[in-house]
């Protein structure tokens, strides 16, 4: 594997060793000083060109605990500003010795074209409504841990799907572990043809809730939309929110997942997102074990026994 830029396009076994890499990370990062030198002396530089918390601060450690150095590009305060193109700021960073840039772009497609112009590995972080494969990653391990496996799990995502990366990440990464996933969506909140997806879709939550294992959350994407596209937000909660009293009638054993940032009263119930069920801090500890198995498996040279200098990781 040359780069990461999207989940669609692995397979099965690309997607297990990705999760079963994962898993001896997170036994490095369970330790009392959570770092191995198996990428010392790379270079991993992060370009975001969009607003970021969990995914930006994720690469960061996963880099440090795998004793990469890390360089760090925020659009705001770059040359960006004066008019530079991300093709001559990708060049620019990449002649100062860099190993993987880390791309999160409002653009679709600006991870390919990027791994066109640069002879690092590249990693998507997000590209506009397209791909966010680590997310997927991090939420299929997730569920993984959670339920031993995703083989006939009901995951429905919940909310607004046509802007999401997430969502289009998520359908064909939990799909290709075997997962059966349900939409759940207004109208217009669904891109305009879902046929070639291996979904069910519907607008009927209350009517999933009774049967699924899992409930996927998705924020309102406002920064992507154009025009309203629910009549209002009270409306939305009514019926898209997972109110406490929705919460109430999920099985025992049900989760409620979210990638972040959550609009708590909207999608999600405060008292939801507080709640032992919700595994949203766990998503983000598993995000840091994933970007290392991802930055590992770009950069690690030989197999992961030589890697740590130790008998394992
Ligand atoms: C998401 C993103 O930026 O794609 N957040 C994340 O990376 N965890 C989802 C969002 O912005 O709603």
Not at 47 to 52: A, C, G, V
Not at 116 to 133: K, L, T
Not at 179 to 199: F, G, I, N, Q, Y
Not at 294 to 300: A, E, N, S, T, W
Request: aromatic fraction near 6%; proline fraction near 5%; hydrophobic fraction near 45%.
């Amino acid at each position: 594997m040359r780069h990461l830029l999207g989940v669609r396009g692995l397979d099965r076994d690309d997607l297990v060793h990705l999760l079963d890499l994962t898993a001896s990370f997170r036994a490095v990062n369970a330790r009392p000083i959570p770092k191995v030198p198996a990428l010392q002396g790379r270079t991993v530089a992060t370009l975001f060109f969009e607003d970021s918390t969990r995914t930006r601060l994720s690469f960061e450690t996963a880099a440090k605990r795998l004793s990469a150095d890390t360089l760090s590009f925020s659009v705001g305060t770059s040359s960006v500003k004066k008019g530079e193109s991300l093709r001559d700021t990708a060049r620019t960073v990449e002649a100062m010795g860099v190993d993987a840039i880390v791309l999160r772009h409002s653009a679709s497609g600006a991870p390919h074209r990027l791994a066109g112009w640069v002879d690092a590995a590249v990693v998507n972080a997000g590209d506009g409504w397209h791909e966010h494969p680590t997310q997927a990653l991090l939420d299929a391990f997730t569920l993984r841990e959670r339920f031993g496996t995703l083989d006939g799990l009901r995951v429905a995502i919940v909310g607004d799907i046509a802007h999401s990366r997430v969502a289009r990440s998520n359908v064909w990464a939990l799909h290709t572990l075997g997962a059966e996933v349900t939409l759940v969506a207004p109208r217009t909140l669904l891109p305009p043809d879902t046929s070639a997806w291996p979904v069910r879709v519907t607008d009927d939550l209350d009517d999933v809730l009774r049967s699924v294992d899992v409930v996927y959350l998705l924020r309102m994407q406002f920064e992507r939309q154009g025009a309203p596209l629910v009549p209002s937000l009270a409306e939305y909660v009514e019926r898209f929110g997972l109110t406490r009293e929705r919460a109430e009638r999920l099985g025992p054993s049900t989760v409620v997942m979210h990638p972040g940032p959550m609009n708590q009263g909207v999608e999600i119930a405060p008292e939801v997102a507080d709640d032992p069920r919700c595994l949203v801090l766990d998503q983000v500890a598993n995000g840091v074990s994933v970007r290392m198995a991802v930055l590992f498996r770009l950069l690690g040279a030989g197999p992961l026994q030589n890697a740590g200098g130790g008998g394992d990781v």
